[in-house]
């Protein structure tokens, strides 16, 4: 399966075969085939088991007493860690974009992993907002949207561009941002330090 991960990691599920898949396995085709009825049943499998952990590890990432802007925090630090250790998070980046047209089942599986990571971040919002730590009249959905899209936006460039795009850099001025943004009116917005700038785990 991590081989099968790093294939479609690189070349998308169109551009990678069970030959591809068994070769650089080092195993048969015979031998995929016994445990996986097919491609799409392996990148089914690969999906949920990533996915699976990838949203266990951000979630179990921000503790019960986090404000909301250290739980934010937390989360872009996962989201940083993740992307850089190894090639999964970009494969789930990458067929999450490819699903769009090519693949109706795959792209529903990625809309409930969506909705259910939109629906963490906006209840990290409302805890903000029921604390006091965020200001009141941003709408919790829209703003978990937002950051969602600010997150993985930062992660496709720099997967396409990292010569030209630093994911650490641009994820902290996302978070700088949230900060100013999501500030009660008349409070001074910290963003605070990263939990982390190296390829340890932040939490």
Request: proline share 3%; with cysteine.
């Amino acid at each position: 399966m991590s081989v099968a991960i790093d294939c479609f990691a690189r070349l998308g599920y169109q551009g990678t075969s069970i030959e591809r898949i068994a070769r650089d396995a080092g195993v048969t085709k015979g031998a995929l085939y016994y445990h996986f009825r097919d491609k799409e049943d392996l990148l089914f499998a690969a999906v949920k088991d990533r996915i699976g952990g990838f949203n266990r590890s951000v979630m179990q990432s921000v503790a019960p007493a986090d404000d909301g802007l250290a739980a934010l925090r937390r989360v872009v630090d996962a989201c940083f860690f993740h992307a850089t250790v190894s090639n999964h998070r970009r494969f789930i980046i990458t067929l999450m974009v490819e699903a769009l047209d090519v693949n109706p089942r795959l792209s529903e599986e990625f809309r409930t992993v969506l909705r259910v990571m939109r629906a963490f971040l906006a209840d990290v919002v409302r805890r903000g907002q029921a604390a006091g730590t965020f200001r009141a009249d941003v709408e919790a959905t829209a703003a978990a949207a937002a950051i969602a899209a600010g997150i993985m936006g930062a992660e496709i460039q720099h997967y396409q561009d990292p010569e030209e795009i630093e994911l650490r850099a641009v994820l902290d001025t996302l978070v700088e941002q949230l900060a100013c943004w999501l500030a009660p009116p008349g409070t001074t917005a910290a963003a605070g330090t990263p939990a982390t700038r190296g390829g340890t785990e932040p939490w």
